[in-house]
Structures are given as structure tokens and as C-alpha cells.
């Protein structure tokens, strides 16, 4: 187990959610969480859509090499081989990843808004899935695109796109929210709950006491 720092660290919502997942399988989600949160940095942190690319790049090239190689001394990249890739997930299936945050780097459209959500949001659930042991029925695509969808309208500037962005998300977070999911999965249920409140704007004393309805019934 290789320890990294993910944004549950410091959302003490997102460490609740992540306390759900199997004890054996924890580290494997916070790795993924980690990656997730890497290439956002990356867009954060640059200003030059050429510069934002190059370091994409630097990540597709190290992530599909883990195919192949021993992941470098990278906590990230390390915790991946370690904790992730014993499941099944290969490298080059989290490099999708990058499709989802590189158009992002220009204008957004309803083009990259979609690539957003499919490779971003449906990549890190689909092989958070794999992680997880979840079951077929769990509706692990759409938990995915919505809460990419809600947590990247959480962070636009511009309040119609955001608006946008809100009303696609929706759609996808009902759909996720009114399934019951299994009891390995039931993080990833508890992310599309959190991403549909955050869409709602609920109350904290409600958001906790939905979350643990959820935990004990999947619901």
C-alpha cells in the first residue's frame, strides 16, 4: 500500500464517502481520487493551453507505461500500480482520463462538456467500479458523468455555462441517486448523492443524515 494525499483529506464529506468502500479496497479509491485531482491540478495551475498540454502529455505517456514498466518515483503513479492495477485496471484505461480534461484547456463547448463527462467522470467511476467489486447494476456511468458534470460546474466563473452544466448533470444524478447499489459500490452511490446536493444546494444536517440512509441501504 503506497500512501497519497487526496482531496478527502480536506473535506471531511469526501473522507465520510470514502469510509463506505471496503477497508482492502480504500487505498485503490484514493488513488484513483488522487490521479483525478493530478490533472486537475494541472488546469488549475496553467495558464497556456500549450503548457497545460505538454504536462497532460507527461501524464498519458507515464500512465500507459504502467502498462509495461515500473511506475517512477511518483506517489501518484506509484500508488496506481500498487493499489489500483491489482484489480484489473491497466494504465492505459486511466490515460482516458486525459480526454476529459484536455479540451477544457479552451473555450468550452457542449462538445468538451460531453468529453468531460465520459472520460473524466464515466473512466474514474467505471474503473473505481473495478476496484470496488461493484455489480452490474450499479449505475456507475451515470454516477460518473454527473458528479463531473456538478463538480465542474462548481468551478466555472461564467454563470450560464455553469448553469449549463448544472442541468446536464441533473438528469444523470437522478438516475444514479434512484437505484440501490451495492454494498462494495456504495461510495461511488454516496458521490452521486453529495454531487445531486451540491446541485440542490441541501443543508448540511440533511446531506449527513442522507448520506447514512445510503450507506445502510444503498438507497
Not at 97 to 120: K, N
Amino acid at each position: 500500500m503506497v500512501n497519497v494525499t487526496v482531496t478527502a483529506n480536506s473535506d471531511p464529506e469526501r473522507a465520510l464517502t470514502f469510509s463506505y468502500a471496503p477497508f482492502d479496497r480504500r487505498a485503490g479509491l484514493c488513488a484513483l481520487f488522487a490521479l483525478d485531482n493530478a490533472l486537475g491540478q494541472v488546469l488549475r495551475t496553467t495558464r497556456e493551453p500549450i503548457v497545460g498540454q505538454m504536462r497532460l502529455a507527461w501524464w498519458r505517456e507515464a500512465l500507459v507505461r504502467l502498462d509495461s514498466a515500473s511506475a517512477p518515483a511518483e506517489p501518484v503513479l506509484l500508488a496506481l500500480a500498487n493499489d489500483v492495477m491489482p484489480f484489473g485496471v491497466t494504465g492505459a484505461a486511466l490515460a482516458k482520463m486525459i480526454d476529459g480534461w484536455e479540451p477544457l484547456l479552451s473555450l468550452i463547448g457542449d462538445v468538451a462538456i460531453v468529453g468531460h463527462a465520459e472520460q473524466r467522470g464515466g473512466t474514474l467511476f467505471a474503473q473505481a467500479g473495478l476496484v470496488l467489486g461493484a455489480d452490474a447494476g450499479d449505475r456507475l456511468d451515470d454516477a460518473g458523468r454527473g458528479w463531473a458534470l456538478a463538480d465542474l460546474a462548481a468551478h466555472l466563473s461564467d454563470a450560464a455555462l455553469a448553469s449549463h452544466v448544472r442541468e446536464a448533470a441533473t438528469p444523470l444524478l437522478s438516475s444514479a441517486t434512484s437505484a440501490r447499489w451495492s454494498r462494495n459500490a456504495r461510495t461511488l452511490g454516496a458521490l452521486a448523492h453529495t454531487a445531486r446536493m451540491d446541485l440542490t444546494g441541501s443543508a448540511t444536517p440533511w446531506r449527513v443524515g442522507r448520506l447514512a440512509w445510503h450507506r445502510l441501504t444503498g438507497r
